[in-house]
């Protein structure tokens, strides 16, 4: 993105296609909706993930801090299209995978295929 002199962020749509579902919010500058959606999901997986996860689960671990963000790729611009932002509406769509116990065996793989197993689990329990 960055050659030389500072480009402003409407150079991106000119560049590659990219599918990243908050690439429009991002490109036009509107930080504050790209915040307040983030911290939103951030604070419904706090809710739903975070808060009662033992200390031994892979949630807690980069591998499931890097799922969540896949999951949040995934809602994002759902999220956007309904104009619904809110920290509830993230909970409404993760809270099937609150039960979910990351501290368990199969999930202590700390590598890109245990993101893979978190990421899927996660997905099974709230896309069915």
Do not use: H
């Amino acid at each position: 993105m960055r050659k030389g002199d500072a480009s402003p962020r409407q150079v991106l749509k000119d560049g590659p296609r990219d599918k990243s579902p908050l690439r429009e919010i991002y490109i036009s500058g509107n930080d504050v909706l790209l915040f307040q959606i983030i911290l939103n999901y951030l604070k419904a997986c706090d809710e739903v993930f975070w808060k009662g996860a033992e200390r031994d689960s892979y949630i807690l671990k980069t591998i499931g801090v890097q799922a969540v963000f896949d999951i949040l790729r995934q809602l994002a611009g759902q999220a956007y299209a309904d104009r619904n932002i809110s920290e509830e509406y993230f909970v409404s769509k993760l809270k099937g995978a609150q039960d979910i116990d990351f501290s368990e065996d199969c999930f202590k793989n700390p590598s890109g295929s245990g993101r893979t197993v978190i990421r899927k689990a996660i997905e099974a329990a709230i896309f069915g």
